[in-house]
């Protein structure tokens, strides 16, 4: 059986769990990148019921934003239903700008707050599928199946890595309300992806013919510096709000007494923001400490 129509069997199996446990359609996430869009059009050729969701970061470039409307729009005149989710964070809404200064710290490659907020929000106690891919990350290739489950306890998390693995059948049984994932696509590869989307057609975030190898939010510390250069050098004025964001942080820090040594008085948000890009302008200057 080829990768396609595995994907598509897992697709099918993942609609089936979703309309036996929740007596609901299976959801499709998209971030508006390549992968979410072939998970997309891998759930039309399944011929399943499913609706598509989208976590609205705040921090997404124009073009995401506006392929993830267009998307929704040609999908929505086919009577899939489609949802943007609105992130929050302690009941209240929240933007990428708002958070870092409640959180008294920039988001890192380490403590990546932004995602869990931002981006990992909606779909609880649903059936859902992502466009996870081992080829993405080494890190991924044991971390992430082909089917999980995301319990509160994520000690007793379920990962299938194997179509035919003898656990699928505690996975499809469990009836905790837990978050199901289905990562139809955990094995393709780049070249994979790309095959597909030529084969079939599919329409993909104009960011990609613009020279960009990834996309998500603007500034991302896992884009590397080179990346995150080549965004802010694009879109300037997300540099300016990543700045100001900075500086209500640092008034954040020192109402909250957080402001010390490491954290010297005259430090700027631009100060912040070059330690943040790793750029060398500051070495040494500034040391963060998860607040």
Not at 140 to 154: A, C, F, Q, T, V
Not at 193 to 211: F, K, M, Q
Request: proline share 4%.
């Amino acid at each position: 059986m080829d990768k396609e129509q595995k994907a598509i069997e897992r697709m099918r199996l993942a609609a089936q769990m979703s309309e036996t446990y929740y007596q609901k359609p299976l959801i499709v996430t998209t971030s508006g990148g390549k992968d979410s869009d072939v998970c997309i059009a891998l759930a039309v050729a399944a011929g399943i019921d499913f609706e598509v969701q989208h976590n609205h970061t705040t921090a997404d470039a124009p073009e995401t934003v506006y392929h993830v409307r267009d998307t929704f729009r040609r999908l929505e005149a086919k009577g899939i239903k489609c949802t943007v989710n609105w992130p929050t964070y302690k009941g209240a809404p929240v933007t990428m700008w708002s958070l870092i200064p409640q959180k008294l710290m920039p988001p890192t490659r380490v403590v990546r707050y932004c995602c869990s907020v931002l981006k990992e929000g909606g779909g609880a106690g649903r059936m859902i599928t992502t466009g996870v891919r081992w080829a993405e990350s080494a890190a991924r290739k044991n971390k992430r199946g082909i089917y999980e489950s995301m319990p509160h306890d994520l000690s007793k998390k379920i990962i299938i890595n194997n179509d035919n693995d003898d656990k699928r059948q505690l996975f499809e049984n469990c009836r905790l309300q837990a978050k199901r994932i289905c990562n139809p696509i955990v094995d393709w590869t780049d070249d994979d992806i790309w095959d597909y989307i030529r084969s079939e057609r599919i329409e993909t975030n104009p960011l990609y013919a613009c020279g960009f190898d990834r996309v998500g939010c603007v500034g991302c510390p896992m884009a590397g510096r080179k990346g995150r250069q080549f965004e802010f050098a694009r879109y300037p004025t997300f540099e300016r709000a990543y700045i100001h964001a900075f500086d209500r942080m640092l008034k954040m820090r020192v109402v909250r007494g957080k402001l010390d040594g490491s954290w010297r008085t005259g430090t700027t948000g631009k100060d912040v923001f070059h330690w943040w890009m790793e750029d060398g302008v500051l070495p040494g200057q500034l040391t963060f400490s998860d607040a």
